[in-house]
Nanobody, 122 residues
């Protein structure tokens, strides 16, 4: 079964740090550009960041720039999201995704993790 498995979420106080992981199961992540998204309750899904296959391009959303860092370890088949100085508004379910291509100028993500919940207490 091909899937992405996210982990590392939890309850954390504002100002603290947390690192999320996303591992491929039946999916070789080195073959894909990867992204992180989040969705807070009652809100639309929001782009967090994207990292290319060869690490040459990393894009971070303005809302988390300077606090969140994307990285990947292809040898471990794992994607990471390091989050620092967490804020209450970072509370959301975080999803990793694998890009399969670009359609009409937009990235197409076809593989998604189940999500991991991050809750930041103020």
């Amino acid at each position: 079964q091909v899937q992405l498995v996210g982990s590392g979420g939890g309850l954390v106080q504002a100002g603290n740090s947390l690192t999320l992981s996303c591992t491929g199961s039946g999916l070789t992540l080195s073959n894909y550009a990867l992204g992180w998204f989040r969705q807070a309750r009652g809100k639309d899904r929001e782009f967090v960041g994207h990292i290319s296959r060869d690490f040459s391009l990393i894009t971070i959303a303005d809302s988390v720039k300077g606090r969140f860092t994307l990285s990947r370890d292809n040898a471990k088949n794992t994607l990471y999201l390091q989050m620092r100085s967490l804020k209450f508004e970072d509370t959301a379910r975080y999803y990793c995704a694998a890009e399969v291509g670009i359609v009409n100028g937009r990235r197409q993500y076809d593989y998604w993790g189940q999500g991991t919940q991050v809750t930041v207490s103020s």
